[in-house]
């Protein structure tokens, strides 16, 4: 080896490599390993080997609470939905000459259940690919208990309060409890007409959305959010997305007013780790709304 300098080079050179890495200052490779008192025949570049590096260790996920794997795929089953829902309404349009009644009991019905084949779809797609393949272990799906309703029914109350009072302010805005108000059925979500209209919307509303949206949305979603950044930060989150989720169908006030029902449905589930109790809750808080249509204004 031929001579080597007498002084240690300025490591300001050199400040992201490794230490005891330097510019080889006889250029036989572009750096050399400098042992602290000489220079070394250690070489790293074309004619050199590699200093040895950190091996970058990616620690294993954790989960931070009970849940499955599966935004993604909630995702792509909303999607999957609405296109559906999207496809009966291009046919409705259709076969109607472009004159769809929104509340024709056959619309209701196909554009619903068009959505909720998405909803389901993820939820098996998801407890197939990420858990056990059982709904009950996976998303705490259940037979009600006599608690479970009794649960769901003071859960209902808890959450009707903002909504209706929100629904008298609108009231005593217009014409009074007396007088029908235009404004109110859109704010409750629902305008049934006729007999078939009537049975149509209960059964969706009190029987297949408390089934449907909280598999999807208690059980999948807020499971998967769980899962990833907690039990309380996944309930806001989950409750946020089920209450703009109904902006479409329900206005844009629907997220001011479903937002309390929404925390209330998530806590139950954190709180039973089961869905029965929010279902139970989500059917009595969709059968006020019916009670609500004896009332003239909400007509």
Not at 92 to 112: E, K, M
Not at 124 to 131: D, F, L, Q, T
Not at 222 to 238: D, E, K, N, S, W
């Amino acid at each position: 080896m031929v001579a080597q300098p007498t002084a240690l080079p300025d490591r300001a050179l050199a400040p992201w490599f490794p230490a005891n890495w330097y510019p080889d200052p006889w250029q036989v490779a572009p750096w050399r390993w400098w042992d602290g008192t000489d220079w070394t025949p250690v070489l790293y570049g074309p004619y050199g080997e590699a200093w040895p590096t950190p091996v970058l260790v990616i620690p294993p996920f954790v989960p931070k609470g009970p849940g499955i794997k599966g935004g993604g795929v909630a995702a792509v089953g909303a999607a999957v939905g609405l296109i559906g829902s999207f496809a009966v309404a291009v046919v409705f349009a259709i076969a109607t000459h472009g004159r769809i009644d929104v509340n024709a009991p056959w619309y209701l019905l196909t554009s619903q259940l068009a959505l909720w084949v998405g909803f389901v779809g993820a939820v098996v797609v998801a407890s197939r690919k990420n858990g056990t393949r059982s709904l009950a272990a996976d998303y705490g799906l259940s037979w009600p208990r006599i608690k479970d309703l009794w649960l769901g029914l003071g859960g209902a109350v808890v959450g009707r309060i903002l909504p209706l009072i929100v629904l008298v302010c609108i009231v005593l805005a217009g014409s009074g409890f007396g007088a029908p108000n235009a404004a109110a059925p859109k704010i409750v979500g629902v305008t049934p007409s006729g007999i078939a209209g009537w049975v149509v919307v209960i059964l969706l509303t009190v029987v297949g959305a408390p089934m449907v949206e909280e598999l999807f949305f208690r059980g999948l979603l807020q499971g998967a959010f769980t899962r990833r950044i907690g039990a309380i930060p996944a309930l806001f989150v989950t409750a946020i997305i089920f209450s703009f989720a109904h902006v479409l169908n329900e206005g844009p006030l629907a997220p001011f007013v479903l937002f309390p029902m929404a925390l209330v449905l998530g806590y139950l589930r954190h709180r039973t780790g089961r869905l029965a109790a929010g279902m139970a809750a989500h059917a009595f808080f969709n059968a006020t709304v019916f009670v609500l249509f004896l009332v003239p204004a909400f007509r």
